[in-house]
Each structure stands twice: as C-alpha cells, then as structure tokens.
C-alpha cells in the first residue's frame, strides 16, 4: 500500500525533497461527494444570509466542475467516487424510486458511489431494480446475509488503473442503517465497517497499490476507522453532512466530507514515484459549486435528465400553500423544541384529537425563512414518504420512549405536542417528570399517541412501541398534513419550549 506521513499546512501537503525528474511520476485526482440526496437544481445558500442568497450546487454544475477537472488533467488519471444518499431528498430523487435522479448521476461520471442507508428507503428490492435501470457503480462490502456470506446487491469494492497505479474503492456504510430506513433491512447483518475493511485488504493483497474507503459513516466512524488501519492514505467520507474545508486528520490518515446537496466538490491530488510506488507530493481542496457553468463547459447529457427531472415535477412544487410570519427553524438542542417540531407534532395531534404526538428530529430536513412557502418547500422540510399513526399505548411505554429521546439511547431526539418533559441540565440529561396535558403520567393508563410510520415500526431504535394496544394508520403524507396548517392567514410557528429543564 501506498505509505507517507501527513503534514498540514493549509490544504496543502509535501513530501521530503526529491528528483522526481530521474523517475516516472503519477498524477492521480480522486475527487469525492457525499449525501446529494437528489438535488438536480441549485439551491438557495440561505447560510450566507441577505434576502437575495447566490444558488449554489446542483448535479449540472457538479457534472461541469467534474468535466473541468477531467480536461485538466486526463480522465485517465481522474477517479470520481461519492459516500452515499444519492437520490431520497427532493421530488426530482424520488421519482420511480430514485432511478431517473440515479441514472442522471451516474451520467456524471462517477466510478464508484457507495450505497448508503437512504438508498435502502423503499426495501432492498427496489434498491436492486433501481441500481439495475440507473447502471450505478455501487460498492457495498459490509453487509452479509445470515449466512455469512456478503449480499449481491453491489459489488464490495471497484478496481481501477489511474494515474499510473492500481486503485480500489471499497463501500463501507453505518451499521445503524436498519434502525434508520425500510425494515427489511433487519434480515441481513451489517459488519464492523473497520473488521471489513481488513478482510477486504486481505483479499486484494498485493493486487492494489492503494485502497480507498468510500464511506457513508459519518466523520466519528471514520476516524475510528483511520485508527484501526493508520496506513490508509484517504478517507471519501459521508453521512454526517460534515463540511470540512481541508479535511480532517486522524494519524496520517486523512478524511475528506464536502457537506451535501452537491453543494461541493473534494479533490484529493497524489503524486506518486512510479518506480517505489510512494506518494511524494500531495494536496487537498473543496471547491464551492457557487458558479454556474459557461456553454461549453457544461455536460449536456446531464442537463437534459436534469431539466426533465424538474420538469416533471416543477407546476406542483412551485405552487404557494402559504406564508411564514416568521422562519421556520430545527432545534440545535436535545432538551429544547424547535418551531418547526411543534408545528409538525401540533399538526399530528390535532389531526387525530389525540393525547399527544412526537415526531423525530431526524426526519426534519431543513430550515424555512419568513414568506411564502410552496410545496417544494415543505417536501424539502419533510422528504420522506412518511404518514402519520395513531397508537394506543400504555404510560409506562410511552414514559419508556420519552426517556429514550432525552438521554441519547435512540438514534435521534423527538419533538412533541401535548406534552411537557421535565428534564436535568447537563451534559447528559436524564428525565425527570412527564405532563401529559396538565396532568402527570400516569404509567397504567393508555394514551391516544400520534407518530410517524417510521418511529411506530420501530425507526430510530423507538422499540417500546411495538407494544402499542392498537395501530391506526392514515396514509395521507406528512408534509400533506402539514400543508392545511398553512392555510389562511400567515402562520406564525409555536417557539414554546416543550421541554423544561430544572
């Protein structure tokens, strides 16, 4: 394997000095993505404030950013890989279950996209068709069936000759994933990410001069995954939306995450001595995707899926269902409520006359400003097919879920209506008291409790309530519901905090 030290300055690497005139030098470019879910268009940079924010990303300009690339330095010497969630996140990536939103991906170029937990959305069934039609370069090397042996959804990794040396790409994704998406999931096991990793080294052997883990695991499982394998040289890391503008060292090993919604694109530079096979010079950068393309610059096989896409789906998505008196924002903290939760829990509750609601933090995607909203603005905040369920469940179960949200042991925190959580300051807070309305919870009583299908099949590791009495479905979606809120006057959303710490 290809074996150097580190050292930052900047985003910019090199090796001791040398004469690479004596010897043939490689020029390898490994440029990387993460999390696009879907976005076929640019998006307002809303972080950068003002009334008027510059568009940014997209696959078009992603696609003429790649291509720039390519011209510059050879296709050849260029390999292009993604850490997954390719298409769940807009209309455009759920059409026929993400295939068209894939096929205009992998029209980009790319040589290897590792599978990630929201590819799994609509069952492995569909995953397998979709990957199929799209022609995918999918890696996928740490799942198996009970057997043992690794499942045929995708290949465990991709081999490539670039730059003058041989490559693999190994696709490594986050063992929450049957928690987090469709529930046929939990048939098969997903495997210690780094323990694949080295059975998949062995396997190559000397077949490769370099491995590269295209990873959707989020930034703390790569670094673990750096320690437990310090002779990797580069880490395409995805699943936490992190943005790290020159990267993140752990040991000699470095780790690359460019966000998500294609907003940026990673470019990892090697040089490398074609004789010792070492690195000897390097170089690491993120480019903003906040330019749009000239003419000629453009990939116009990707434009056109690309237009089609919003095509398809634009008269709907741009009509107004309403407007914000003021923005619509998330939660940053465990133990508050966000004006966004409150509104989806409030519309929950009411649309059942029930006891109460909650609905998980994860599954609401963005931010809304003050104004008008249209459709597309509320898919965006609530892009998964969800709908809601009413459970009748006993207080000790739903006491049981609650604590569960407030001291970390489920994959994401819950916001609520119809309740009010007493809970301890810290750093690590624990549930002190439930109100149910005005009146404590009572532990034998049963509820009329509001949620969404995937916290109800037990998503996010919500189990206890599997032990619901009854189960009501509707399946009119989420963000439909949502959508009568806004009729009338401007909404203002409920900014109460739900939770009280003491």
């Known amino acids: 394997m290809l074996r150097a030290g580190w050292i930052l300055c900047a985003a910019l690497w090199a090796a001791a000095p040398g004469d690479p005139g004596h010897r043939a030098e490689g020029h390898l470019v490994i440029l990387h993505t993460n999390d696009v879910h879907g976005q076929a268009q640019p998006r307002p940079a809303t972080w950068l404030g003002g009334?008027?924010?510059?568009?940014?990303?997209?696959?078009?300009?992603l696609a003429a950013a790649v291509r720039a690339v390519h011209e510059e330095v050879g296709e050849e010497n260029v390999l292009l890989v993604d850490g997954g969630d390719w298409s769940s996140g807009t209309p455009e990536g759920l059409l026929e279950e993400g295939a068209v939103f894939v096929t205009a991906m992998a029209a980009v170029g790319y040589d290897a996209m590792c599978v990630g937990n929201h590819e799994l959305d609509h069952g492995v069934a569909s995953f397998k068709r979709m990957a199929a039609e799209a022609k995918a370069p999918a890696v996928l090397a740490n799942?198996?069936?009970?057997?043992?042996?690794?499942?045929?959804?995708?290949?465990?990794?991709?081999?490539?000759?670039?730059g003058g040396v041989k490559v693999a790409v190994v696709g490594l994704v986050t063992q929450s994933t049957p928690s987090i998406t469709h529930s046929d999931t939990k048939e098969v096991v997903f495997t210690d990410p780094a323990e694949e990793l080295a059975k998949v080294r062995e396997e190559l052997g000397d077949e490769v001069d370099l491995v590269i883990p295209a990873t959707h695991l989020g930034v703390g499982t790569d670094r673990a995954m750096a320690r437990a394998h310090p002779d990797l040289t580069f880490i395409a890391g995805g699943h936490s939306h992190t943005y790290l503008r020159e990267g993140v060292q752990e040991g000699d090993v470095l780790i690359g995450q460019v966000g998500s919604k294609a907003s940026n694109l990673g470019r990892l530079d090697l040089w490398i001595d074609l004789e010792t096979r070492e690195v000897t010079r390097r170089e690491y950068r993120v480019t903003s995707l906040m330019e749009e393309p000239g003419e000629g610059a453009r990939v116009e096989r990707v434009d056109e899926l690309c237009a089609a896409l919003i095509e398809a789906t634009e008269a709907n998505m741009s009509e107004v269902v309403g407007e914000l008196a003021a923005p619509l924002t998330r939660s940053r903290s465990s133990v508050e409520s966000s004006g966004a939760g409150n509104l989806i829990a409030d519309a929950f509750r009411a649309h059942f006359d029930a006891d109460c609601a909650f609905q998980n933090r994860g599954g609401i995607r963005c931010d809304l400003p003050k104004g008008p909203v249209t459709r597309r603005d509320l898919f965006e905040l609530l892009p998964?097919?969800?709908?809601?369920?009413?459970?009748?469940?006993?207080?000790?179960?739903?006491?049981?879920?609650?604590?569960?949200?407030?001291?970390?042991?489920?994959h994401t925190g819950l916001e609520v209506s119809g309740?009010?959580?007493?809970?301890?300051?810290?750093?690590?807070?624990?549930?002190?008291?439930?109100?149910?309305?005005?009146?404590?919870?009572?532990?034998?009583?049963?509820?009329?409790?509001?949620t969404n299908n995937f916290i109800a099949e037990g998503g996010d590791n919500y189990l206890m309530l599997g032990e619901a009495k009854s189960v009501t479905h509707d399946q009119i979606l989420l963000r439909t519901l949502l959508e009568r809120s806004f009729a009338g006057d401007p909404l203002t959303p409920p900014t109460d905090n739900r939770y009280r710490v003491r």
Request: proline fraction near 9%.
């Open 51 to 61: 009334d008027s924010p510059p568009l940014v990303g997209g696959l078009p300009r």
């Open 419 to 450: 309740l009010t959580l007493e809970v301890s300051s810290g750093d690590s807070p624990k549930l002190l008291g439930v109100l149910v309305g005005d009146e404590r919870l009572d532990p034998a009583r049963v509820y009329r409790v509001v």
């Open 143 to 162: 799942v198996r069936e009970e057997s043992g042996e690794r499942v045929d959804w995708a290949p465990p990794y991709r081999v490539f000759d670039r």
């Open 384 to 410: 998964f097919g969800n709908h809601p369920v009413l459970l009748e469940l006993e207080g000790v179960h739903l006491e049981g879920t609650l604590r569960q949200a407030v001291e970390g042991t489920a």
